[in-house]
């Protein structure tokens, strides 16, 4: 196993009353992808939003443990400074800016990275190169955008800032399974690029078709973890997240 790029030690997060994660503890390791599985509530999003720094902005908080990026701890910093330390978001639903144009949320993307006129071209051609879509609907509204355009956008905007670590939570749902699969090869061409990626997914088949590790999160906490082929093969994987066995 590579070296981890992100450490996650003992992590608990809620909502106010609502304890959403206790003692979570996963490693990342820099440049493969990395799953986390889990049924509805399991604390999946939860556990991007600590990283991320956004679980303020859902009116939740850390109360425990730290989470260490390429050796510097994120807990405690906002948003903005995750960002400028490599790590982005790709937020459940998408959330592109529906009245902006296509070329407007992506330089939207690169405002919070700061990584020069030249650092943002090579981004944008970049995100072209592997959504061309988003060139040739440059100017429309994002708003008016398929649901797979529309996740190639947040795919496209977050890679914008550059990210050594892209946080992914949900990208195919509620994508007919060809566009599932297609944004599955973006994830796969995006992570051989170099960008290590931590995806959450429902889809457990086609999270473990990407991952190299996979960690099972049940009731907020870590239930199993292993490789992506040894939790394929696990009876529990099998009958609960595969629905086979
Ligand atoms: P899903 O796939 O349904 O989004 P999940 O595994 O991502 O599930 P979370 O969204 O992290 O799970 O939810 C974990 C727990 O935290 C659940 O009990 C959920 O109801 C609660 N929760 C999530 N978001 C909030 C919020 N903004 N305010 C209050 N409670 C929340």
Same mark, same amino acid.
């Given at each position: 196993?590579?070296?981890?790029?992100?450490?996650?030690?003992?992590?608990?997060?809620?909502?106010?009353? +609502?304890? *959403?994660?206790? @003692? /979570?503890?996963?490693?990342?390791?820099? &440049? #493969?992808?990395? %799953?986390?599985? $889990?049924?509805? !509530?399991?604390?999946?999003?939860?556990?991007?939003?600590?990283?991320?720094?956004?679980?303020?902005?859902?009116?939740?908080?850390?109360?425990?443990?730290?989470?260490?990026?390429?050796?510097?701890?994120?807990?405690?910093?906002?948003?903005?400074?995750?960002?400028?330390?490599?790590?982005?978001?790709?937020?459940?639903?998408?959330? +592109?800016? *529906?009245?902006? @144009? /296509?070329?407007?949320?992506?330089?939207? &993307? #690169?405002?919070? %990275?700061?990584? $020069?006129?030249? !650092?943002?071209?090579?981004?944008?051609?970049?995100?072209?190169?592997?959504?061309?879509?988003?060139?040739?609907?440059?100017?429309?509204?994002?708003?008016?955008?398929?649901?797979?355009?529309?996740?190639?956008?947040?795919?496209?905007?977050?890679?914008?800032?550059?990210?050594?670590?892209?946080?992914?939570?949900?990208?195919?749902?509620?994508? *007919?399974?060809?566009?599932?699969?297609?944004?599955?090869?973006?994830?796969?061409?995006?992570?051989?690029? $170099?960008?290590?990626?931590?995806?959450?997914?429902?889809?457990?088949?086609?999270?473990?078709?990407?991952?190299?590790?996979?960690?099972?999160?049940?009731?907020?906490?870590?239930?199993?973890?292993?490789?992506?082929?040894?939790?394929?093969?696990?009876?529990?994987?099998?009958?609960?997240?595969?629905?086979?066995?």
């Amino acid at each position: 196993m590579e070296a981890a790029i992100l450490r996650v030690r003992g992590l608990a997060a809620g909502y106010g009353p +609502v304890h *959403a994660l206790s @003692s /979570v503890s996963l490693e990342v390791p820099d &440049g #493969a992808v990395t %799953a986390v599985l $889990g049924g509805n !509530g399991a604390g999946k999003s939860t556990l991007l939003r600590a990283v991320s720094g956004t679980l303020r902005f859902q009116g939740g908080a850390i109360t425990g443990g730290t989470i260490e990026f390429a050796g510097e701890r994120l807990d405690g910093r906002n948003a903005a400074q995750i960002v400028a330390a490599g790590v982005v978001q790709v937020p459940e639903g998408r959330q +592109v800016f *529906a009245r902006m @144009s /296509v070329a407007d949320n992506l330089r939207a &993307g #690169a405002l919070g %990275a700061r990584h $020069g006129r030249r !650092g943002e071209q090579e981004a944008r051609d970049r995100v072209l190169g592997l959504f061309p879509v988003l060139a040739e609907r440059a100017h429309q509204r994002a708003g008016l955008l398929s649901g797979g355009e529309q996740q190639m956008l947040a795919m496209g905007r977050a890679l914008m800032a550059r990210p050594r670590l892209l946080l992914l939570d949900e990208p195919s749902l509620g994508l *007919a399974p060809m566009m599932a699969a297609r944004i599955a090869d973006t994830v796969r061409e995006i992570n051989d690029q $170099g960008t290590a990626v931590l995806l959450v997914e429902q889809n457990a088949a086609l999270a473990l078709g990407l991952a190299s590790r996979a960690v099972v999160l049940e009731n907020g906490t870590v239930a199993l973890s292993g490789t992506a082929d040894e939790l394929a093969a696990s009876d529990e994987v099998r009958r609960r997240y595969l629905g086979v066995g």
